[in-house]
Each structure stands twice: as structure tokens, then as C-alpha cells.
């Protein structure tokens, strides 16, 4: 069992910054391939980035050149470092493990993003 929670959301302008945590617990976090989705009421859920267990990073289009996603093994935490932002990024943010077999999902935390 994996429990994720997110936390580093909130209201910020067009242009701010924002870093957004998510701390996971399991005993075998370096070999999880951590993700971030986001999504918008009404829409799909949208793949902004994830990590390998390697370090390996990828992004969707939205969030390349603007977003970093990282992680720290040490602390079972895994980031995602949000720049220039745009109200389009406005939506519900999740932090996503996947250890092999399923994706465990955290509860999901808002980035408001007015213009």
C-alpha cells in the first residue's frame, strides 16, 4: 500500500512561481515511477510529468520548459517545480506512484492561477 499526500498548492498570479510537494510513504520508494496529472472540471486528467526510478524525466506539452519534476529518495518526496504560470494551469494537481502493477493516487491539491 502507497499513500501519497500532496501539499504546496494555492493562488498565485500569472508569472509566480509555485513548487508543489508530494510526500509517499512504502519502504521502496526508490523504484517507484512517480507522476503528476492535472485536471480541470469537466475533462480528462491531464499527464504533466513524471520520474523514473532512474531519474529519467518526462513532460507533457503543457508543462515543457516551464515545469521541473524531481525527487528526493532520501525523503520519499517527489516535486514539481511550477514556473511562469498561466491561468490554463488552473486546475486540481495530483502526485501518482506507480511501483509496478498499479498507480496510487494522492488526494489531489489546487493550483488557482488568476490572470
Known amino acids: 500500500q502507497v499513500q501519497l499526500v500532496e501539499s504546496g498548492g494555492g493562488l498565485v498570479q500569472a508569472g509566480d512561481s509555485l513548487r508543489l510537494s508530494c510526500a509517499a510513504s512504502?519502504?521502496?520508494?526508490?523504484?517507484?515511477?512517480m507522476h503528476w496529472f492535472r485536471q480541470v472540471p469537466g475533462k480528462e486528467r491531464e499527464f504533466v510529468a513524471s520520474?523514473?526510478?532512474?531519474?529519467?524525466?518526462y513532460y507533457g506539452d503543457s508543462a515543457k520548459g516551464r515545469f521541473t519534476i524531481s525527487r528526493d529518495n532520501a525523503k520519499n518526496m517527489a516535486y514539481l517545480q511550477m514556473n511562469n504560470l498561466k491561468a490554463e494551469d488552473t486546475a486540481l494537481y495530483y502526485c501518482?506512484?506507480?511501483?509496478?502493477?498499479?498507480?496510487?493516487w494522492g488526494q489531489g491539491i489546487q493550483v488557482t492561477v488568476s490572470s
Open positions: 501518482a506512484a506507480d511501483p509496478g502493477g498499479r498507480i496510487y
Open positions: 512504502g519502504r521502496i520508494f526508490t523504484s517507484y515511477t
Open positions: 520520474m523514473s526510478s532512474g531519474g529519467t524525466a
